[in-house]
């Protein structure tokens, strides 16, 4: 059985994860999505409440399983006996952040290994922080997350005032 996982801190999921989930899906068996914490940054949404809409956003996607973790990545993969990790990569940019974390991990877990997937070219420029931003100005997010999410990051945003 061909495993991966996919980790990020989607905070919160977009179109573009959910274009890299699909099809990592379609090239294994079974994807684990790991809902993680980043430590360098301060989220919005809950680690609760990225995994819950992660969870409902890939509902229709058979082979997933969503998890939230708090901890090291190579440990994860240690503790699932998963060794391939996905990423995306969207511009030149990401590569370099993704190169020293592809080989940290592999420091860490002699067995991780990464597989990088080139974003599809509308989701090329998409990211969680200006999906985030738009959401706060109350500006319109419909093409950039699904409808699951709109509705909680217009709420959250209500709720904390923003
Ligand atoms: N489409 C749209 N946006 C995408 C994308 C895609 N295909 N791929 C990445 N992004 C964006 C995200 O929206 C996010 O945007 P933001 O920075 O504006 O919020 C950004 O790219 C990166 O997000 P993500 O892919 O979720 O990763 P991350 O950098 O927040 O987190 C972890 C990376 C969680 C994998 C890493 O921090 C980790 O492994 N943490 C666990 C602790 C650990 O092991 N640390 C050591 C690592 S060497």
């Known amino acids: 059985m061909r495993r991966a996982i996919y980790p990020?801190?989607?905070?919160?999921?977009?179109?573009?994860?959910?274009?890299?989930?699909?099809?990592a899906a379609s090239l294994f068996d079974e994807l684990t999505i790991a809902v993680v914490q980043n430590k360098s940054k301060s989220p919005?949404?809950?680690?609760?409440?990225?995994?819950?809409?992660?969870?409902?956003?890939?509902e229709k996607i058979p082979n997933i399983r969503v998890i939230g973790y708090e901890g090291l990545l190579a440990d994860l993969a240690q503790e699932q006996e998963i060794y391939t990790i996905?990423?995306?990569?969207?511009?030149?940019?990401?590569?370099?952040f993704e190169f020293q974390m592809a080989l940290t991990n592999r420091r860490l877990c002699q067995k991780v290994d990464t597989v990088f997937l080139m974003t599809s070219e509308e989701n090329s420029y998409l990211s969680s922080s200006a999906v985030r931003e738009i959401a706060s100005y109350n500006g319109d997010i419909s093409?950039?997350?699904p409808t699951v999410v709109q509705k909680a990051l217009a709420q959250?945003?209500?709720?904390?005032?923003?």
Not at 86 to 96: K, P, S
């Open 44 to 58: 919005l949404l809950t680690l609760e409440e990225r995994t819950s809409l992660v969870t409902a956003a890939t």
């Open 86 to 96: 996905i990423r995306g990569l969207r511009v030149l940019t990401d590569f370099d």
């Open 143 to 145: 093409s950039f997350v």
């Open 8 to 23: 990020g801190s989607f905070d919160p999921i977009t179109n573009g994860h959910i274009d890299i989930i699909q099809r």
């Open 156 to 162: 959250k945003i209500k709720k904390i005032g923003g």
